[in-house]
């Protein structure tokens, strides 16, 4: 079973500045992968950010980086230069990369708000 | 190119009442969820579709809930018999692979339902 774990109250940020919101997980797959969605006010889902466990770089996306540490089981999320489109609830994800049909979904944490300040 | 699209955005019904949401997905997209978010649960996988084979129906929380998916491309969730633990937004999800692979998925708006 995969489990994702989000446990940082509401998080804020001064524009401009970067911040990390953490992300643990548990599970018991070889071969997974991490992402991570931003889900704004207007309610979908933005896809940012992919790490893969085998993947010996850390991934980054322009103003995104994920901060792998395969061994501590964490994926937390970096945003530089925040701004204040920024301002969103944050979802960490992972999926099994080997087994096939349903064992592709994605498995969420709750989330985390980022709150942005001008 | 166009993303996913829902339809209705959103739906206000009557406990008991049968409700259809629908799902577009991204073309050449042939992997296709369904998701519900609500405030207790978070997000929940309800529904798998590959092509045009049988569903993965593992994540339905009820036999209230069943969905179809038309030519390998739009897809209906029909929920029977609404009932108010329902009430949730419903995300759609396509990708472009299936089985292993790192292909994102990639959501649509959501149709919030509201059972009163």
């Known amino acids: 079973a995969q489990k994702i774990t989000q446990t940082q109250p509401g998080m804020f940020v001064q524009e401009k500045e970067a911040v990390t919101l953490d992300c643990t997980y548990d599970t018991s797959d070889q071969s997974y992968g991490l992402f991570w969605y931003k889900q704004p006010s207007s309610g979908e889902m933005i896809f940012l950010i992919y790490q893969g466990s085998y993947d010996e770089q850390n991934a980054t996306e322009g103003r995104y980086s994920l901060n792998f540490q395969k061994a501590r089981k964490s994926a937390n999320l970096v945003i530089s230069a925040s701004q204040l489109g920024d301002s969103a609830m944050y979802f960490c994800?992972?999926?099994?990369?080997?087994?096939?049909?349903?064992?592709?979904?994605?498995?969420f944490g709750k989330g985390i708000t980022l709150s942005v300040r001008p | 190119g166009a993303g996913v699209s829902q339809s209705p955005s959103n739906k206000v019904t009557e406990k008991g009442k049968d409700v259809e949401l629908r799902c577009d997905p991204i073309?050449?997209?042939?992997?296709l969820y369904w998701y519900r978010q609500s405030l207790g649960q978070g997000l929940e996988f309800l529904i798998y579709?590959?092509?045009?084979?049988?569903p993965d129906k593992s994540g339905l929380p009820s036999d209230r809930f069943s969905a179809e998916r038309t030519g390998g491309s739009v897809s209906t969730l029909t929920i029977q018999r609404t009932q108010q633990e329902d009430s949730a937004v419903y995300l759609c999800?396509?990708?472009?692979?299936w089985g292993g692979g790192t292909y994102e998925q990639y959501f649509g708006p959501g149709t919030r339902l509201t059972v009163t």
């Open positions: 999800a396509s990708s472009l692979g």
């Open positions: 579709f590959q092509g045009n084979s049988a």
């Open positions: 994800a992972m999926r099994d990369l080997v087994r096939t049909g349903a064992n592709s979904k994605l498995t």
């Open positions: 073309s050449g997209h042939t992997a």
